[in-house]
């Protein structure tokens, strides 16, 4: 099995954050807050995870 890396797309700052979206090899595109392992389905659920709520979407 091939191991699939990630590809930045953009960072961002949101309240002394930084976002960074990033696709994978399949071209799905996530969301990491701060280099965390913790992915996020997209930057506005990362932005929700930063304001205290739950993100809309898991991500498995």
Same mark, same amino acid.
């Given at each position: ?10 960072? *961002? +700052? ?14 799905? #595109? ?10 996020? *389905? +997209? ?14 979407? #898991?991500?498995?």
């Amino acid at each position: 099995m091939k191991k699939l890396g990630f590809t930045t797309i953009n960072e *961002a +700052s949101y309240k002394g954050h930084t976002i960074t979206h990033i696709e994978d090899g399949f071209q799905q #595109e996530f969301a990491i807050i701060d280099d965390k392992k913790e992915l996020y *389905a +997209s930057v506005s659920d990362a932005k929700r995870v930063i304001n205290g709520l739950q993100p809309k979407y #898991e991500v498995m």
